[in-house]
T-cell receptor
Framework: RKEVEQDPGPFNVPEGATVAFNCTYSNSASQSFFWYRQDCRKEPKLLMS???SGNEDGRFTAQLNRASQYISLLIRDSKLSDSATYLC??????????????FGTGTSLTVIP | EPEVTQTPSHQVTQMGQEVILRCVPISNHLYFYWYRQILGQKVEFLVSFYNNEISEKSEIFDDQFSVERPDGSNFTLKIRSTKLEDSAMYFCASSSVTTEAFFGQGTRLTVV
């Protein structure tokens, strides 16, 4: 069973569209939740952390539902520059000690002019 | 802004050779990680390191792989005898107890 599951897409949307990505996680002991963005051949970079109360950063809104173990990312008014892979990442206890980050497969987004 | 740095950015090596990938994590972080990403595929966990020892490793991290923190700043990944299928982007990351993972820019390893 995968720790984090995402729809890999691809999502191809026109400029200005609203697009939503979903993610589920399996470990109820997970502590922190993130969306990362990864451009082709680059490192993943933090887009935003996800909080139970939901949080918004400009055109981006992230939601967390702990009861359903579900995380979402909404992008409004898509820009060409939003084209990237979006990674759902969950931080939780490792098998032994310390923290561990669990990655989804990533969802590919292409915004079309 | 503190960042994770990795060297080299690109390494080409012959099959069977040993390679060492180097990383300098963010200085006050306690947890260190190596991930790899084969072109077009997902980010895969290799190993995590805490308190000067491996805390977790994946099935990929077999006897050909090892990690070291030889001094207070560097964190290295060694592949003893590279195979063609080791060709990938290798990312180092670090975190503290409370933060997200911060990634280095990666080392692209090409095994020929």
């Amino acid at each position: 069973r995968k720790e984090v599951e995402q729809d890999p897409g691809p999502f191809n949307v026109p400029e200005g569209a609203t697009v939503a990505f979903n993610c589920t996680y399996s470990n109820s002991a997970s502590q922190s939740f993130f969306w990362y963005r990864q451009d082709c051949r680059k490192e993943p970079k933090l887009l935003m952390s996800v909080y139970s109360s939901g949080n918004e950063d400009g055109r981006f809104t992230a939601q967390l539902n702990r009861a359903s173990q579900y995380i979402s990312l909404l992008i409004r008014d898509s820009k060409l520059s939003d084209s990237a892979t979006y990674l759902c990442v969950v931080k939780g206890p490792g098998l032994n000690t310390g923290n561990q980050f669990y990655f989804g497969t990533g969802t590919s987004l292409t915004v079309i002019p | 802004e503190p960042e994770v740095t990795q060297t080299p950015s690109h390494q080409v090596t012959q099959m069977g050779q040993e390679v060492i990938l180097r990383c300098v994590p963010i200085s006050n972080h306690l947890y260190f990680y190596w991930y790899r990403q084969i072109l077009g595929q997902k980010v895969e966990f290799l190993v995590s390191f805490y308190n000067n020892e491996i805390s977790e490793k994946s099935e990929i991290f077999d006897d050909q792989f090892s990690v070291e923190r030889p001094d207070g700043s560097n964190f290295t990944l060694k592949i003893r005898s590279t195979k063609l299928e080791d060709s990938a982007m290798y990312f180092c990351a670090s975190s503290s107890v409370t933060t997200e993972a911060f990634f280095g820019q990666g080392t692209r390893l090409t095994v020929v």
